[in-house]
């Protein structure tokens, strides 16, 4: 069976922010990107244009076929702030459902006997984001050749990222046990794994976890070690077989 292997070095050109972390009105990202973002933006998997009430991962990522994109992880980056308030100028503001209401929407709920619309996303605050230059590295597992795109874009605001692959050659497939220093996808391994021993980071929609010692089959190159038996959403497809 035919294994190949690419490391991938993320650049940002803009600022990047995922809604990591809301402390207080403090919306914070954290220097990991999740792997099903990762597909998405790199076109492993086709994202359906219909909107849906509920997230479709399962349905999507099933399209990816042999190829699997582990998280990236941050490796020099630094902080970028911006600060934003959405309040309205009126002259009058008092507090609604969860929204602030100024001086035309207070007239037209009195006169009209109508309430304003309630939007559940804040109206003040402070983004904490990953600043532009800032690089990132990833891996890419597939039982064939590929290729991705050069550029892609990522988050809430689409920042522009640069993207560099490089196929690893001088790997080992070794069966023991290993530790993981790369971010893990816990619900993309398989149930064969033993883990001993983990850091969580909590991210959306899956937390992830690094600093992993763990048994089973690994690959291994240099001083890095992935496993290598992962799949979307395999440790769900094993719990519903068993």
């Not at 559940?120 to 039982?143: C, D, H, W």
């Amino acid at each position: 069976m035919d294994i190949f292997l690419y490391k991938c070095t993320l650049k940002t050109k803009e600022p990047l922010f995922f809604a990591s972390k809301e402390v207080s009105r403090n919306f914070i990202t954290v220097p990991y990107i999740g792997n099903y973002a990762l597909a998405y933006a790199t076109g492993v998997v086709e994202q359906s244009y219909q909107g849906s009430s509920s997230p479709r991962y399962r349905e999507d990522l099933s399209g990816a076929g042999d190829l699997y994109i582990f998280p990236a992880r941050f490796i020099d980056f630094r902080w970028h702030t911006e600060s934003f308030n959405c309040v309205g100028e009126g002259y009058f503001l008092q507090m609604g459902q969860n929204i602030v209401i100024d001086a035309q929407k207070y007239l037209e709920e009195v006169q009209g006997k109508t309430r304003p619309p309630v939007f559940n996303s804040p109206q003040m605050g402070t983004f904490k984001m990953i600043a532009s230059e800032s690089v990132a590295i990833f891996y890419v597992l597939a039982r064939k050749k590929i290729s991705l795109p050069r550029y892609i874009r990522l988050g809430k605001l689409m920042t522009k990222c640069r993207l560099e692959c490089t196929p690893v050659s001088n790997f080992e497939v070794r069966k023991s046990e290993f530790f993981v220093e790369h971010p893990l996808n816990p619900a993309d391994l398989s149930r064969e794994y033993l883990i001993k021993s983990y850091s969580t980071i909590s991210v959306k929609p899956v937390p992830l976890i690094e600093g992993v010692r763990m048994e089973g089959v690994y690959i291994a190159f240099g001083e890095t070690c992935l496993p290598l038996h992962v799949g979307y959403f395999l440790y769900m497809k094993g719990e519903e077989a068993g």
